[in-house]
């Protein structure tokens, strides 16, 4: 049987078309010999997400997001899903959308739930947005942002004080301060060589005069220890012993016990004392005044009457 130029013709545009969807199809990531479900999931904005993002399922990819639309309005945007229909999760699953890298895109998973209950065609499911690096990395960055501001601010404040303070009146005072900070500096140098020098011509003696200080040293610990080596206990014994003898004295004084109490104490003898030491003294007196009462004497032999 031979075929005609037309069929053979036919024959091969059909299957260049079929070619042609299957490669089409095989780019999306779909093949037209399998079966797929829908799903949808709304988000604020799918932006790292395009047509044709894998979606994995613990790793796995099970399809691809055949679409990107509007959802109410401007609002929200819906992502549908194109999942192989061989692949079944519980419908509380939710879609995660992650990552991203330096080209902007993101990938897209299924995290599976716990209910008994499968998802089927055409559920929406609920979106899990995780932070991506870039998300990651400017929360990190905003804060030292911030740091790295208010440290900018701070320096320019000290360096607009410094340049206030540093007026030409200030530097010049400065420069003078320097100067003699310098002046200063030599003289110290100059008198650090002195006793340098000092030290070096005196050095037999200061080692002499060590040497004695360790003799007085050891000396004083000699006496230290002599000293220790003292009853101290006998010597306050027997001087408690004198001061208790003393207080007895004392007592007995006080009690006008003894020739001393009996002075000390008898107010009678304190008066006959006190009255004979007045005769004493008039007699003195008179004496003085009337010698010729007392002495008698003549030098031929009579006396006066």
Do not use: C
Not at 115 to 138: C, H, I, R, S, Y
Not at 256 to 264: A, H, N, P, V
């Amino acid at each position: 049987m031979k075929f005609k130029k037309e069929h053979k013709t036919a024959v091969i545009v059909l299957t260049a078309l079929l070619l042609f969807i299957w490669g089409f199809n095989f780019l999306k990531g779909k093949d037209i010999f399998k079966t797929y479900d829908t799903y949808y999931t709304i988000l604020d904005n799918v932006e790292g997400v395009v047509q044709s993002t894998p979606v994995t399922l613990k790793g796995i990819q099970i399809g691809t997001v055949e679409q990107l639309k509007f959802y109410n309005g401007l609002e929200k945007t819906m992502m549908v899903l194109n999942i192989d229909s061989h692949y079944r999760f519980p419908q509380d699953s939710k879609v995660k959308v992650y990552g991203g890298n330096i080209m902007g895109g993101k990938s897209v998973a299924i995290i599976p739930g716990k209910e008994k209950t499968l998802a089927k065609d055409g559920d929406t499911l609920t979106v899990m947005k995780m932070p991506g690096m870039f998300d990651l990395v400017n929360d990190k960055i905003t804060p030292l942002q911030n740091k790295l501001e208010r440290i900018l601010t701070a320096t320019d404040t000290l360096l607009w004080g410094i340049n206030n303070v540093l007026n030409p009146k200030t530097q010049k005072a400065l420069s003078s301060s320097m100067e003699d900070l310098a002046v200063v500096m030599k003289q110290l140098k100059h008198t650090m060589t002195k006793l340098d020098n000092f030290m070096t011509q005196n050095q037999e003696h200061l080692n002499n005069s060590l040497a004695n200080l360790d003799k007085t040293t050891e000396n004083f610990a000699r006496l230290s220890d002599s000293l220790q080596q003292l009853d101290f206990q006998k010597t306050v014994q027997r001087l408690n012993q004198t001061v208790a003898n003393f207080n007895k004295i004392l007592e007995k004084l006080n009690n006008g016990q003894g020739t001393m109490g009996k002075l000390m104490n008898d107010k009678k003898l304190y008066d006959n004392l006190e009255r004979s030491s007045k005769e004493l003294e008039l007699l003195l007196k008179d004496f003085r005044e009337h010698p010729k009462r007392y002495v008698h004497f003549s030098v031929w032999g009579r006396k006066d009457k």
